[in-house]
């Protein structure tokens, strides 16, 4: 995978490096996360204009068809801006398994709407016992007349406040099968229940009272819940990556700014020496954090399925702990002020602290990079 910017992903990174550098001041970004929920319909039609949110569907659908290379273009430079509006969660996971796993008439119904930004889906699939497991599922759908009801609770559903529709894991009575179902957020019996998150996002907890679905809106069929879970989630973490990497790239810029503006002594602060390796540090940590960035957006494209695990565990681990390093230095060489709510420097620390914990947090996948290995092995 070629990861050398073409005309066509460097004119699209520059556009988009113009669009959050003027609607995504700190004071504006503060204000909608403050007082709009996290998300903005003005700012979610522009980055649909601006091809993100279709950059992956198939032209057939609305979209450009484009790979992972130019998904790490886009998701890199909305990293930088800490964008808040569900890109990962709708227009790249769900994307991923609905272009997939869906079928002909579920294409038709969600994908156009995807990439148009006139519809926002989101997976609930977390449980308050799942711990991260994808398979640890108590929720429950029963088979009546010719479709489905569902029973059980959701939580920490990204960005769940503001979707139109929600891909639930649930059991299979019968079989105790994995399966996925599509419901609409009008579904009768289902209550949303929203709140904010740390990083200023917000998320939500799900109640399924009796949800009647039609047998249509299951998604991926017989024995295929769990590998749908997997490919839309290979999806995100290969998206989360590249969005860290934009973060901690703009935190270092914003650190560095400091250090120059910053006197003690009659000097800069960037004139310390002990503080030049500090930043020097952190430039390491983010070069290795981007470069497991493009390992994670060329795993999508690996045929093995433990190799591809292995590349995809092996880079959110080491990016997690890039963007922990990264947060905690700025924070500290940022002196009394990094450790206030005046400077955005909190605001990033904040969000790369939460990147580790979305999609399976170190543990886990430092759990599944074993398991993966193992596999190869036997």
């Not at 310390?272 to 940590?285: E, I």
């Not at 292995?310 to 947060?327: D, Q, T």
Request: net charge negative; aromatic share 8%.
């Amino acid at each position: 995978m070629d990861f050398t910017y073409s005309e066509e992903q460097r004119m699209l990174a520059d556009s988009l490096r113009r669009f959050v550098d003027s609607e995504y001041a700190f004071a504006q970004r503060r204000t909608r996360s403050r007082t709009q929920g996290a998300f903005d319909r003005g700012i979610w039609n522009a980055l649909a204009e601006l091809g993100v949110l279709g950059l992956t569907v198939p032209a057939e659908y609305g979209g450009f068809g484009e790979g992972a290379a130019s998904r790490l273009v886009v998701q890199r430079e909305l990293g930088r801006a800490l964008v808040l509006e569900p890109v990962i969660p709708s227009a790249v996971c769900a994307s991923a398994a609905l272009e997939k796993y869906g079928t002909p008439a579920q294409k038709d119904t969600w994908l156009m709407a995807l990439a148009s930004g006139s519809k926002i889906v989101t997976f609930a699939w977390q449980e308050k016992k799942g711990r991260y497991r994808p398979e640890a599922v108590h929720t429950v759908a029963r088979r009546v007349d010719g479709g489905y009801v569902l029973d059980g609770d959701k939580s920490l559903v990204w960005h769940g406040e503001v979707a139109d529709a929600f891909i639930v894991s649930a059991r299979l009575e019968a079989s105790n099968e994995l399966a996925l179902f599509i419901v609409e957020r009008a579904a009768a019996g289902l209550e949303v229940t929203g709140y904010p998150t740390i990083d200023g996002l917000r998320g939500a907890d799900l109640k399924l009272w009796n949800v009647r679905l039609a047998a249509e809106a299951r998604l991926g069929g017989d024995g295929n819940g769990l590998a749908v879970l997997d490919h839309a989630f290979d999806h995100g973490v290969a998206a989360l990556c590249a969005e860290a990497a934009g973060a901690m790239e703009r935190l270092i810029e914003i650190t560095s700014e400091y250090l120059r503006t910053r006197h003690q002594f009659g000097v800069a602060l960037a004139s310390f020496q002990a503080l030049q390796h500090r930043v020097a540090d952190m430039l390491v940590q983010k070069e290795l954090a981007l470069s497991m960035a493009y390992v994670a957006a060329q795993a999508l494209d690996e045929p093995d399925a433990a190799q591809r695990t292995r590349m995809l565990c092996a880079a959110k681990i080491v990016v997690a702990k890039a963007g922990r390093f990264i947060g905690q230095q700025a924070v500290q060489l940022h002196g009394g002020m990094g450790m206030t709510d005046e400077l955005e420097v909190g605001d990033y620390f904040k969000r790369l602290a939460s990147l580790d914990t979305l999609f399976g947090d170190s543990d886990y996948q430092m759990e599944r990079y074993c398991a993966a290995m193992h596999d190869a092995a036997a």
